[in-house]
């Protein structure tokens, strides 16, 4: 698959799981994967969004890009290089004649679509009459690298592939009427509704299906031959290669051409 920025086409390749968790740990990325979004304030009876929403309040779904030049010679550990990846984002910003990151990403955003979602609060409505809380939103990036080899230029393309949210109790002001909820369902406070973000065209799809493609590879290679069904019921890859699945069966093709 191949993005064209002004005229300047770009590989989509996949990003190996060690330099994807190092990316996802940037500090602007970081941001995008764990947002505190809702809060409800017991004492006074009230609720309030935290963060931007949309006209029907939705929240927006960011896709993001970022540079990265790794250390050579880092024994093993992926470090940033910061002069080369500052120069590298200079260069591919001259090159796709765009004066700033925001530019390209208009530009991205345009290809793979910005995509958003409503607050599932009453999945926590029963928090509401014995807790101050906050709802969580967290989001599971696809993570692809926009290369072109002959120009020498590279940048990291995050996109949304599932939200999640999760609840965390800031207060609990009527302890046992908490017990009490808990006691009827254990598993209200660990509930974490989740999501697979529709893939509205058809490069979405293709990028996302891309970094999938990785990380399920990676994760088979783990287990060895045993069956995911097989690991222990404690083993994260468990669920995690579920949701890869699930997201991947998802993902549709489109018409709409990855061109900006």
Not at 103 to 121: C, G
Not at 156 to 172: K, R
Not at 192 to 220: H, M
């Amino acid at each position: 698959m191949k993005i064209s920025l002004n005229k300047i086409e770009f590989d989509v390749l996949p990003v190996e799981g060690s330099l994807r968790d190092v990316l996802l740990a940037d500090a602007i990325i970081s941001q995008g994967v764990k947002r505190d979004i809702w809060l409800w304030d017991k004492p006074a009876g009230e609720a309030k969004t935290m963060v931007a929403t949309t006209k029907d309040r939705s929240v927006p779904l960011a896709n993001g890009i970022c540079f990265f030049v790794a250390k050579p010679g880092s024994n093993g550990v992926i470090h940033k290089a910061e002069a080369p990846t500052q120069k590298m984002s200079a260069r591919f910003l001259e090159t796709v004649g765009a004066r700033t990151v925001l530019d390209v990403m208009q530009a991205l955003n345009r290809i793979v679509n910005l995509p958003q979602k409503s607050i599932p609060a009453e999945a926590f409505a029963w928090l509401r009459p014995v807790a101050s809380f906050k709802i969580v939103m967290h989001v599971e990036y696809a993570v692809v690298e926009l290369a072109n080899s002959a120009r020498n230029l590279s940048a990291y393309f995050f996109v949304p592939g599932q939200v999640s949210f999760s609840q965390e109790v800031t207060e609990v002001t009527d302890q046992a009427g908490y017990e009490a909820l808990v006691a009827e369902d254990p598993k209200r406070p660990t509930n974490r509704p989740g999501f697979i973000v529709p893939a509205s065209t058809r490069a979405n799809g293709e990028v996302r299906r891309i970094a999938l493609g990785q990380r399920i590879k990676e994760i088979q290679g783990s287990l060895a031959g045993v069956h995911p069904n097989d690991l222990p019921m404690d083993d994260l890859r468990r669920g995690t290669i579920t949701r890869l699945g699930l997201e991947w069966n998802a993902l549709k093709p489109t018409s709409q051409p990855a061109r900006a």
